[in-house]
């Protein structure tokens, strides 16, 4: 997809089952900002790539892949203004967690190893299924088609 954000807002599909729509359950700052900042005329979405510093993950249960996950749960730990520092950005000071970034980009090759996903998805979550590697042109989920932000 070109934006961030899946179907999340005003559509009665709910969640789908994809990571983007999932993460913002669990970063709602993620989600306020999509909402907010929004570049599609009939989703509230973000156009990818997206690069969020200071979103934190609020809920706990979201696995590496976004798609085989728990109900949300309030992260009883989450640091909620412990983790903010003072930011310099344009002459002015901000407050900001310090979460890991959140990064968003297109990818172009979902689905391309479900013939065997309960053997291939967690060498795929550790970066070691051999098919990531594909590197020919003609193969549709080769490496080049992965990433293009």
């Known amino acids: 997809a070109a934006f961030l954000g899946g179907y999340v807002f005003g559509n009665a599909c709910g969640l789908g089952g994809g990571q983007d729509e999932r993460l913002m359950t669990y970063m709602p700052e993620v989600a306020a900002l999509t909402f907010f900042l929004s570049q599609h005329e009939q989703f509230p979405q973000l156009r990818q790539p997206a690069w969020i510093l200071g979103a934190r993950m609020l809920f706990t249960g979201l696995d ?3 798609r085989f996950n728990d109900p949300p749960v309030p992260h009883a730990n989450a640091p909620i203004t412990s983790d903010v520092r003072d930011v310099e950005l344009g002459g002015a000071t901000y407050g900001m967690s310090t979460s890991r970034p959140f ?4 990818s172009e090759n979902q689905g391309f190893f479900w013939n065997d996903r309960f053997v291939q998805t967690p060498l795929a979550r550790r970066n070691k299924l051999q098919s990531q590697r594909e590197v020919s042109p003609s193969s ?8 293009r932000a």
Not at 103 to 106: C, D, I, L, Q, S
């Open 140 to 147: 549709w989920y080769a490496f080049d088609k992965q990433v």
């Open 103 to 106: 990064v968003a980009f297109m």
């Open 64 to 66: 590496g892949t976004g």
